[in-house]
């Protein structure tokens, strides 16, 4: 069975930081790309930052480049979201998703929330 367990999300100060982690089991790791999105109340969801298991390339998206870092550890089967210098307009729901580039998800978490008090 695939399974993406996210944790780490959390209420914090605006400029305060999160790490979250995505647990992931049920299929072979490092033949995805594992990335991060995000739905705030109201908004569409967006693509926040990925990394590619094989290789360890990564992208961000523009709105969080220089305050969050994604990483991987392979032989844990997770990939960590380093959140610092929160604002609140990064509150919203994040989610973990698996799938065969970045930007695609066949497999998704069920979320944690993230919430930055100003």
């Known amino acids: 069975e695939v399974q993406l367990v996210e944790s780490g999300g959390g209420l914090v100060q605006a400029g305060g930081s999160l790490r979250l982690s995505c647990a992931a089991s049920?299929?072979?790791?490092?033949?995805?790309?594992i990335g991060w999105f995000r739905q705030a109340p109201g908004k569409e969801r967006e693509g926040v930052s990925c990394?590619?298991?094989?290789?360890?390339?990564?992208y961000y998206a523009d709105s969080v480049k220089g305050r969050f870092t994604i990483s991987s550890d392979n032989a844990k089967n997770t990939v960590y979201l380093q959140m610092n210098s929160l604002k609140p307009e990064d509150t919203a729901v994040y989610y973990c998703?698996?799938?065969?580039?970045?930007?695609?998800?066949?497999?998704w978490g069920q979320g944690t929330q993230v919430t930055v008090s100003s």
């Open positions: 998703a698996a799938g065969p580039t970045c930007g695609i998800g066949d497999y």
């Open positions: 049920g299929f072979t790791f490092d033949d995805y790309a």
């Open positions: 990394i590619s298991s094989s290789d360890g390339s990564t």
